[in-house]
């Protein structure tokens, strides 16, 4: 009998590992075939090479020099390493694995990207395109430069999503502590950063995502914004919708605490014109001074027709919610 038990164990053992080459071909095959599609869309995809190994109970997909570019949106990144890892009897749980050091190029910029350490956690749906149901993102001492004109650090950065119900509604979560910006025309700032939002989706987020094109926000509800920078204290609720050419429209409550370093911070980074802030600053006074509270605004924001306005006063083009 024990040797029978044996000789069964050691079938399964020989049949679990054999089969583990077969999917190592498969998962290989399947990158490749994606590789191939990719750039018959025009884009860039290379790498120098590509290793999958975790024999018997993982496939761990190892990419070194690898270069990704849509010219349909001007995006590229670089890396000189990444990491697709499952387990076998887990194949819906992806862990991604970033390197040290990365590249984000969109049409405005390049940016640098350093970390100490950046992964990220996909639990997909089943079924022919699954959904992501939940997902988690962290990056520690993160630190982002635009070459010489700014940098941001933080000493972590994580992110949540999770999709109830509805699987093109997402929950997300997004904090920051330890913050520091450099290199605006203000003096530089620490501080924390909290937001608690709903996202709703033209489609689910799956594989389609990267393979054809991004899903598009229908709505975005604001349930909570909180950002401490040295002296500034502000909080942000509402709820926003893209128009027909994808700008913000929707109305946001700001609750700001030492309002003028706050509009001093928006027109060093260009969200309001220099020739602007004397009319805001004096539209400001009056209504901090009419409401009892000198340093204290409660005012809201609103979007409308591609621009965004506080009170009767033009601030500039309203933000984009469209996703590249």
């Given amino acids: 009998m024990l040797k029978q038990l044996l000789a069964v164990i050691c079938a399964a053992s020989l049949l679990w590992g054999g089969s583990w080459f077969w999917g190592q071909w498969t998962e290989k095959s399947a990158l490749a075939d994606w590789q191939e599609a990719r750039r018959a869309d025009g884009w860039q995809a290379d790498w120098a090479d590509l290793r999958v190994a975790g024999f018997p ?186 128009d027909t050419d994808g700008r913000a429209s929707g109305e946001l409550l700001v609750k700001a605490t030492n309002w003028r370093d706050v509009l001093d911070l928006a027109i060093a980074s260009g969200a309001v014109p220099e020739e602007l802030k004397g009319p805001i600053t004096t539209g400001l006074e009056l209504i901090s001074r009419l409401a009892g509270h000198p340093e204290t605004l409660d005012i809201p924001i609103a979007f409308r027709g591609g621009k965004t306005r506080l009170g009767p006063l033009p601030l500039g083009p309203a933000p984009l919610l469209q996703i590249p």
């Fill in 57 to 242: 109970n993982r496939y761990d997909s190892s990419f070194t020099d690898l270069a990704l570019a849509d010219p349909a949106t001007g995006w590229a990144w670089r890396a000189p390493f990444f990491q697709i890892l499952r387990l076998r009897y887990q194949p819906t749980h992806l862990i991604l694995v970033w390197p040290d050091t990365q590249t984000l190029q969109h049409p405005d910029q390049t940016l640098q990207i350093a970390s100490d350490e950046m992964k990220a956690s996909l639990v997909y749906g089943t079924g022919a395109v699954a959904p992501v149901e939940r997902g988690t993102f962290v990056a520690t001492n993160l630190t982002v430069a635009a070459g010489e004109n700014w940098q941001s650090q933080l000493e972590e950065l994580r992110l949540a999503a999770t999709s109830d119900g509805d699987p093109r509604e997402l929950r997300l979560g997004i904090e920051g502590s330890a913050i520091r910006i450099t290199g605006l025309p203000v003096p530089d700032i620490a501080g924390t950063f909290r937001a608690d939002l709903d996202a709703r989706f033209d489609r689910t987020w799956d594989e389609r995502a990267l393979n054809d094109r991004r899903p598009q926000m229908e709505r975005l509800q604001i349930r909570n914004i909180e950002a401490q920078l040295g002296q500034l204290n502000l909080r942000v609720a509402g709820t926003l919708t893209p």
